[in-house]
């Protein structure tokens, strides 16, 4: 493949970073390839597994000379990472993210960008729930969506650019304001971990009454429960933490299909039941015929917008 940039920096080298350095190396997108991470261990586990081609543990070191800087940082550190590069960026770079919120990464990281640089946020809807640098892998991104969320009035050949690298990594790309990502992404993504989370957070709490039953006794649909559980808790606190206002929408929204559930099972209302779970099957069912069981659906963008 042909390089795409003479240097790339990547800030952060957990799950997503280390799938993105592989895929740099394996592709030859890169001249060099400058990796930093603020801690000791994950710098030199990254190095053993050679990653890159410099490591440092000071970002600011990393980004001087780079066309391409990756941030892929749990989203509520972005901000302090801006901080420290700002004053180091090569004027024309490109400076992206990887965050699993937009609203908030550009809002902690513009200020501190200077005007020579070109920010465009990104967002990769692929992952699993290891992390750390052993656990990216090369393919990770192959037929996935990769979210761009560039502010209006972006230079457009460093969207472009990025796009481009995006495709190269097997990515299908696709634009939008960052406001709606947030709430698209509140539905498809963060609110399944927060159920997740609390569904086995709640069967834990039983445990004490049903002894080992619980673990004993799971199905595959508990199980699958428990591997969205078992995903990152600091990267999983910041989204929630930094996409609040949507998540809050969402769950409510939620909470009241809910209770409607509820009422139909308590008043013994088989038809709604048999309603609901008939349109559900029928969802799915509709995703895997078109083979789009990677893609991202189409919620209906202004249902989406409106409050
Ligand atoms: N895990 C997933 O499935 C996905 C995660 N994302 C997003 O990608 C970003 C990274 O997530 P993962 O790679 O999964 O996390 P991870 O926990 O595997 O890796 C995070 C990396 O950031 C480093 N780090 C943390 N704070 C830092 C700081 N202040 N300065 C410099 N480095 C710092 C850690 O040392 C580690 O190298 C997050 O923003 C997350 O929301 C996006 C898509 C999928
Ligand atoms: O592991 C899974 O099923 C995921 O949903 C991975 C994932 C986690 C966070 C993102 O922002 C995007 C993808």
Redesign the pocket.
């Known amino acids: 493949m042909t390089q795409q940039f003479e240097t790339i920096a990547l ?9 993105i350095a592989r895929e740099i190396r394996e592709k030859q997108l890169a001249g060099t390839l400058v990796i ?4 000791e261990a ?2 030199a586990r ?1 190095e053993e597994l050679g990653l890159g081609d410099r490591y440092t543990l000071s ?1 600011a070191d990393a980004v001087r000379g780079a066309d391409l800087v990756i ?5 509520g ?2 901000g ?2 801006a901080q ?1 590069i700002a004053a180091h960026l090569k004027p024309g770079a490109i400076v992206t ?5 937009k609203g908030s ?1 550009i809002a902690q990281m513009a200020p501190h960008l200077p005007d020579t640089v070109h920010f465009v946020p990104g ?11 052993d ?2 892998f090369v393919g990770l991104f192959r037929g996935r969506w990769c979210i761009l969320t560039p502010p209006a009035g972006q230079d457009e050949e460093a969207i472009a650019r990025l796009r481009r690298f995006w495709e190269t990594l097997g990515s299908m790309v696709e634009e939008m304001d960052a406001e709606h990502h947030d709430k698209v992404l509140a539905i498809v993504s963060h609110l399944p971990h927060i159920i997740a989370y609390n569904i086995v957070g709640t069967a834990d709490d039983l445990e004490a009454v049903t002894e080992s039953e619980v673990i004993k006794y799971s199905a595959s649909g508990f199980r699958d429960f428990t591997r969205l559980a078992a ?2 808790p ?2 999983w606190r ?2 929630c933490l930094h996409n609040k206002d949507a998540i809050l929408e969402m769950l409510s929204r939620f909470s009241e299909d809910l209770a409607y559930l509820q009422r139909a099972i308590r008043w013994g209302d088989g038809d709604k039941l048999f309603d609901l779970f008939t349109r559900t099957r029928a969802i799915r069912r509709s995703i895997i015929q078109a083979g789009q069981d990677t893609a991202m659906p189409d919620f209906g963008r202004h249902a989406m917008d409106q409050k």
């Open positions: 800030i952060g080298i957990g799950l997503i970073g280390s799938s930093s991470t603020r801690s994950t710098l990254a970002a941030v892929s940082v749990p989203v550190a972005s302090a990472v420290e993210d990887v965050g699993s919120t990464v967002h990769p809807i692929a992952g699993t729930e290891h992390s750390g640098p656990a990216g995903s990152d600091t990267m910041d989204v």
